[in-house]
């Protein structure tokens, strides 16, 4: 028994909520299991009073998306002194900002696809780039207000000039890189396995792919080249280094190998906070480097502190 106490801190208001309540509860029953004495938070806006009365040694950050994710929390936990897991106020606003991360992983030599970023407004009846493309919000997660415009679509998606457009006027015009999903996750600095993301019946990786069971296969390791595999490492740690990440991080990555075996390798983005229920990827990947659930979480708490 190790007798901390961690506040798990999960739900929020964005639109990751059910996904964060269902990573918290998971990390929340497992902490238990290995001994930890946990309290489950669902955040509010009175998240700063509650903390301070509750008093934990170490709030463990189950949010996803806008405000658990962007800076806001951590900043809030420097505040009131409290350590944290994740990636601290610095990196976790760059993280989400997806053409800020773009340009600092690009600063390094991490190759990333063209992309603008645009008032949805603005796009109007003529394509912002020559299909195919993705646009995509600028500050969203788990693929949220994601949209691909095929080659053959004469113009641009009208969702994007709707009033049900949900995720914020900027959005990232972004080429769309044909291929395979793979990804890759850090735990401290070591990049662990890599794996191959196959959609089940999808044509992406997209919100139901990404939670609902079977959505998706995990193939890890996955097939691929001992030289892209080992490329992929090199540059997820470098990406988690770059932008300053902490603990447990997870980047995503495009290959398209169709026209030879060496194909173009692409980071599309890194994130602070990635999921943790019971179908999410940096459990699998850890899992398959000799870390249970369990051994992964402890981890992270041990790790935790302040001015991360």
């Not at 903390?51 to 806008?66: E, I, R, W």
Request: charged share 20%; proline share 6%.
């Amino acid at each position: 028994m190790t007798g901390k106490h961690v506040a798990v801190l999960m739900g929020g208001f964005s639109s990751e909520r059910p996904v964060s309540l269902s990573s918290g509860n998971s990390c929340a029953d497992t902490l238990e299991k290995v001994g930890y004495r946990v309290t489950r938070v669902d955040v509010g806006r009175d998240i700063a009073r509650v903390l301070t009365d509750l008093a934990p040694d170490v709030a463990f950050n189950a949010l996803h998306g806008p405000y658990g994710e962007d800076g806001t929390i951590q900043g809030v936990l420097e505040y009131l002194q409290i350590p944290y897991t994740h990636s601290g106020v610095l990196a976790s606003a760059l993280a989400m900002h997806k053409e800020q991360a773009k340009r600092v992983a690009k600063s390094v030599g991490i190759p990333v696809a063209e992309a603008r970023v645009m008032n949805r407004h603005d796009i109007g009846g003529k394509h912002p780039m020559k299909p195919p493309y993705v646009v995509k919000p600028v500050c969203e997660g788990s693929s949220f207000g994601v949209v691909i415009v095929k080659e053959d679509q004469s113009h641009p998606p009208q969702i994007l000039g709707s009033s049900e457009w949900r995720y914020g006027d900027t959005v990232m015009v972004e080429r769309y890189i044909h291929g395979r999903e793979l990804t890759c996750a850090v735990m401290g600095n070591v990049a662990l396995g890599v794996c191959e993301i196959i959609p089940v019946g999808h044509s992406f990786y997209d919100y139901d792919s990404k939670y609902v069971k079977g959505g998706s296969k995990h193939e890890i390791p996955a097939k691929i080249s001992p030289n892209i595999y080992q490329k992929i490492q090199t540059l997820t740690l470098k990406a988690h280094q770059a932008i300053g990440c902490r603990g447990v991080s997870r980047s995503d990555f495009r290959y398209d190998d169709r026209h030879s075996e060496n194909g173009e390798l692409v980071w599309l983005e890194v994130n602070t906070q990635p999921g943790m229920t019971p179908t999410s990827l940096v459990p699998e990947i850890a899992q398959h480097a000799g870390h249970d659930f369990g051994e992964l979480l402890s981890w992270m708490v041990e790790d935790a502190s302040c001015s991360r």
